[in-house]
């Protein structure tokens, strides 16, 4: 078991940068492949992006692509998601998941943890 806390949503300008924080707790964090996916309202969850146990390898899905970057660090338990250049699309509660298999992939029923969201809204 992993319980996963999200923090740092909020409200900012198109244009503007958020850093979301997906703190873990339980088992070690190291085992497990971790995502971050968004929703928006009326809309399925969709894969934004993922990285692999060690940080090593990431995954991004095409429209966060070069404005979007995730990170882990291991020693803390937490893993990031730095957004930039938002754009008011990019409105949706995002969510970390945690995956306890090796590789990332995008299918968000591959990922049997979840925390409760943040929302992040982007104006125009």
């Known amino acids: 078991q992993v319980q996963l806390v999200e923090s740092g949503g909020g409200l900012v300008q198109a244009g503007g940068s958020l850093r979301l924080s997906c703190a873990a707790s339980?088992?070690?964090?190291?085992?497990?492949?971790m995502g971050w996916f968004r929703q928006a309202p009326g809309k399925e969850r969709q894969f934004v992006a993922g990285?692999?146990?060690?940080?090593?390898?990431?995954s991004y899905a095409d429209s966060v692509k070069g404005r979007f970057t995730i990170a882990r660090d291991n020693a803390k338990n937490t893993v990031y998601l730095q957004m930039n250049s938002l754009k008011p699309e990019d409105t949706a509660v995002y969510y970390c998941?945690?995956?306890?298999?090796?590789?990332?992939?995008?299918?968000?029923?591959?990922?049997?943890?979840w925390g409760q969201g943040t929302r992040v809204t982007v104006s125009s």
């Open positions: 998941a945690a995956r306890d298999r090796i590789l990332v992939v995008t299918s968000s029923r591959e990922y049997a943890y």
């Open positions: 990285i692999n146990r060690s940080g090593g390898s990431t």
């Open positions: 339980g088992r070690t964090f190291s085992s497990f492949v």
